[in-house]
């Protein structure tokens, strides 16, 4: 079996969060109804826009942030086929200036690593564009910015990228905005709190406890929602919420913390999530199902919304 992917949130990738008891952040029970009503609380404007990032890499490996959480990335051998985008909605919390960047490095081997160095056509182009998915075509998307490498000298083992943009959405999320800074909290002490989080996300999978899982993702999800407008009544929707977290609990056939992570930090130390380090699977996350024909790496970030305060997952 070697069909893969990463599962980032619900319904887009899809994806869930952790069930932790009180120490890790256990939220409020929440209900079948509750739960399949998150569509109706979405708000439509005029413009509802998404916002892009389109790119395209050439002979490199590449890991791609937005306001320093990462969107998405490649460590293997090849080129991008053609230009490539990803939707960033859920990483811009409100409008205002945003920050994109990218970090390149020498094409990648079959083992996943990168090389020691780029070669003569070791390139990297990227842009934002932002359009409403029902009124503009994809290819009218209006650009924002766009960012291109200069020369990378093969001799350099790596290369970044940075560029700002303004973007104009029409909703405030809190995210993680108001979270305590992590990087000033005892690093052993605060990976043992994520693994706790992590292991109580993979117990109540085997369980199947789809009442915990629901409660746990519960106010993500509706941000998640209302940066794509997932309004009731489209395929998107949370109208069957609960019964598509049902169906993916139930496909699972096992669910592991896998070895060799490492404690990582986004959305400038106020995020923290456990990646992979190294090789094929560099960048996915420490979290591995495996159903009938794939497995899935289930991400989860968590921030602390006040010092002292349990870590809550965030996206």
């Not at 490996?61 to 051998?77: A, C, G, H, K, R």
């Not at 104009?168 to 999320?173: A, F, G, H, N, S």
């Amino acid at each position: 079996m070697n069909k893969r992917s990463v599962v980032l949130y619900c319904f887009i990738l899809t994806s869930l969060s952790s069930c932790g008891q009180a120490k890790t952040g256990q939220q409020v029970p929440v209900t079948r109804s509750v739960y399949n009503s998150i569509s109706q609380s979405v708000r439509t404007f005029d413009y509802n826009p998404t916002y892009q990032v389109r790119f395209t890499n050439v002979s490199c490996s590449y890991e791609i942030f937005v306001n320093d959480m990462l969107v998405t990335f490649s460590f293997s051998p090849g080129n991008t086929a053609g230009e490539q985008s990803a939707d960033i909605p859920q990483y811009i919390l409100k409008s205002g200036p945003q920050e994109l960047k990218i970090k390149l490095y020498p094409e990648a081997g079959g083992d996943g690593n990168p090389g020691n160095a780029f070669n003569d056509n070791s390139s990297c182009t990227a842009r934002i564009v932002h359009g409403d998915y029902e009124k503009n075509i994809r290819d009218n998307y209006k650009e924002v910015l766009k960012i291109k490498s200069p020369v990378l000298n093969p001799g350099v083992p790596g290369r970044e990228l940075k560029g700002s943009f303004t973007a104009k959405v029409p909703y405030t999320l809190q995210g993680w905005s108001a979270g305590a800074d992590l990087k000033q909290e005892d690093k052993a002490a605060l990976t043992k709190e994520v693994v706790a989080v992590y292991q109580q996300f993979i117990k109540a999978f085997e369980n199947k406890d789809v009442p915990a899982i629901a409660s746990m993702i519960y106010n993500r999800e509706k941000e998640i929602a209302q940066a794509f407008f997932f309004v009731p009544g489209k395929p998107n929707s949370y109208d069957q919420g609960w019964e598509k977290l049902e169906k993916e609990v139930t496909a699972i056939k096992s669910i592991q913390l896998v070895k060799g992570y490492e404690l990582r930090y986004s959305g400038d130390g106020k995020v923290v999530a456990l990646l992979q380090p190294k090789g094929t699977d560099r960048d996915y996350p420490a979290i591995e199902a495996e159903t009938e024909d794939k497995y899935s790496y289930y991400a989860l970030y968590l921030y602390r919304p006040a010092p002292g305060s349990p870590l809550r997952v965030i996206r």
